[in-house]
T-cell receptor, first 116, second 112 residues
Framework: AQKITQTQPGMFVQEKEAVTLDCTYDTSDPSYGLFWYKQPSSGEMIFLIYQGSYDQQNATEGRYSLNFQKARKSANLVISASQLGDSAMYFC?????????????FGTGTKLQVIP | DADVTQTPRNRITKTGKRIMLECSQTKGHDRMYWYRQDPGLGLRLIYYSFDVKDINKGEISDGYSVSRQAQAKFSLSLESAIPNQTALYFC???????????FGAGSRLTVL
């Protein structure tokens, strides 16, 4: 079974609109963390946002928010007021375990294109 | 200068050649990682190191080796490159107990 599933290979959004990128995860570890990274066409990986499994509130970072639904094992990324510069690949990732090696597993990514 | 520097950024080589990708960091992080990115597959872990004397295999280590020459340096070697090792390779670092990975800019390797 896939640890991290991103079911949307590609998405379009109109500039200034909000968009939700889906991510579901699978783990039996009670302690885990969820991340989103952005990869623009230039190729670098940029950290966007982090949510810990014990965090009570959804994480927010500027225009990015993580809609964490623990019972449904989903960690969707919401980008508000989309900008042209948001066009990129977006990867959801999960860290499992405490101490020692904490395995990080990445999803296959969603390519977001913002339309002017 | 970037916190995590990878060299070379692009490399084209032939089947059977030995290739080394180098990574250096100024973050002072103990932990370093090598990932491989293929279209449609996301990022997969090749090797990771928690300190100079600690090297561990990731999920796809066959055909690769690594060396942690110093806390700040972690190199990835392909002893005899093959075409299916054509990919974008990322070095990443993290602090012990921290959650976020800091990535280098990537090294694009093409094996003909």
């Amino acid at each position: 079974a896939q640890k991290i599933t991103q079911t949307q290979p590609g998405m379009f959004v109109q500039e200034k609109e909000a968009v939700t990128l889906d991510c579901t995860y699978d783990t039996s570890d009670p302690s885990y963390g969820l991340f989103w990274y952005k990869q623009p066409s230039s190729g670098e990986m940029i950290f966007l946002i982090y949510q810990g499994s014990y965090d009570q509130q959804n994480a927010t970072e500027g225009r990015y928010s993580l809609n964490f639904q623990k019972a449904r094992k989903s960690a969707n990324l919401v980008i508000s007021a989309s900008q042209l510069g948001d066009s990129a690949m977006y990867f959801c990732a999960m860290r499992e375990g405490l101490g020692g090696y904490q395995k990080v597993t990445f999803g296959t990514g969603t390519k977001l294109q913002v339309i002017p | 200068d970037a916190d995590v520097t990878q060299t070379p950024r692009n490399r084209i080589t032939k089947t059977g050649k030995r290739i080394m990708l180098e990574c250096s960091q100024t973050k002072g992080h103990d932990r370093m990682y090598w990932y491989r990115q293929d279209p449609g597959l996301g990022l997969r872990l090749i090797y990771y190191s928690f300190d100079v004397k600690d090297i561990n295999k990731g999920e796809i280590s066959d055909g690769y080796s690594v060396s942690r020459q110093a806390q700040a340096k972690f190199s990835l070697s392909l002893e005899s490159a093959i075409p299916n090792q054509t990919a974008l390779y990322f070095c990443a670092t993290s602090e012990a107990g921290a959650n976020v990975l800091t990535f280098g800019a990537g090294s694009r390797l093409t094996v003909l």
